[in-house]
């Protein structure tokens, strides 16, 4: 019912900034609870930052807490994560996600639809 479409990933120095975009369809996207999470080669998919349907509530992994800012545009059906002064562990795929409700969940069985995916490689 509802399609995640990332962009925005690419090769970056350590220090640098790029900014991560979700486009959605299929549903109303106002009634969602969005989400990015990442997952490095050989490591679990783990919690990066999530956002209220509304916009007014926040919440982030501490490793990206001071780095990374999650936003969503509801006029847009978008969602961004603006990353500055990346890191080499940073480097993953991220992907975003939505589930209907509230509640700002962290944990990857929460979501129920997710996009394909975007690379993130951070060099050192």
């Known amino acids: 019912q509802v399609q995640l479409v990332e962009s925005g990933g690419g090769l970056v120095q350590a220090g640098g900034s790029l900014r991560l975009s979700c486009a959605a369809s299929?549903?109303?996207?106002?009634?969602?609870?969005m989400a990015w999470f990442r997952q490095a080669p050989g490591k679990e998919r783990e919690f990066v930052a999530a956002?209220?349907?509304?916009?007014?509530?926040?919440n982030y992994a501490d490793s990206v807490k001071g780095r990374f800012t999650v936003s969503r545009d509801n006029a847009k059906n978008t969602v961004y994560l603006q990353m500055n002064s990346l890191k080499p562990e940073d480097t993953a795929v991220y992907y975003c996600?939505?589930?209907?409700?509230?509640?700002?969940?962290?944990?990857?069985?929460?979501?129920?639809?997710w996009g394909q995916g975007t690379q993130v490689t951070v060099s050192s």
């Open positions: 996600a939505a589930r209907r409700g509230s509640a700002l969940k962290t944990m990857d069985r929460d979501f129920d639809y």
């Open positions: 299929g549903g109303t996207f106002s009634t969602y609870t």
């Open positions: 956002i209220s349907y509304s916009g007014a509530y926040t």
